[in-house]
């Protein structure tokens, strides 16, 4: 069986790595991007997610990001204080949250989906 793709979505590089870091670990295989044109290169050559960790920043509002976040099931990481426009989201996790936490609801996501 194929490994589900999971794009971790952040400029805070911790976060994008930590994360990824995490998700390889458990089989999945996670891209890390921390741009707009990232994400649009993986689609453009053929990466198409399976879920998707979003780091809630005012960078990745960009219509490209909000069509794949309509799309694919998404976890957004999301600060108390900055609020930005995003389309509905599957799950909202708020800062300071640990890795795992974030982890754990990736694999509940998929495991809801096609791919479990």
Not at 28 to 38: L, V, Y
Not at 77 to 100: H, K, Q
């Amino acid at each position: 069986m194929e490994m589900p793709v999971i794009f971790v979505i952040a400029a805070d590089w911790k976060l994008r790595t930590s994360v990824r870091a995490e998700l390889r670990e458990r089989g999945f295989k996670a891209m890390g991007m921390e741009s707009a044109d990232e994400v649009g290169r993986a689609i453009a050559s053929g990466e198409l997610p399976a879920a998707i960790v979003l780091e809630a920043t005012t960078q990745f509002a960009s219509d490209p990001v909000k069509q794949l976040v309509a799309r694919v099931p998404t976890v957004l990481i999301a600060s108390r204080t900055e609020t930005i426009d995003v389309p509905a989201v599957t799950e909202v996790l708020y800062r300071p949250v640990r890795i795992g936490e974030i982890v754990q609801h990736v694999e509940k996501l998929l495991s809801q989906s096609r791919f479990a």
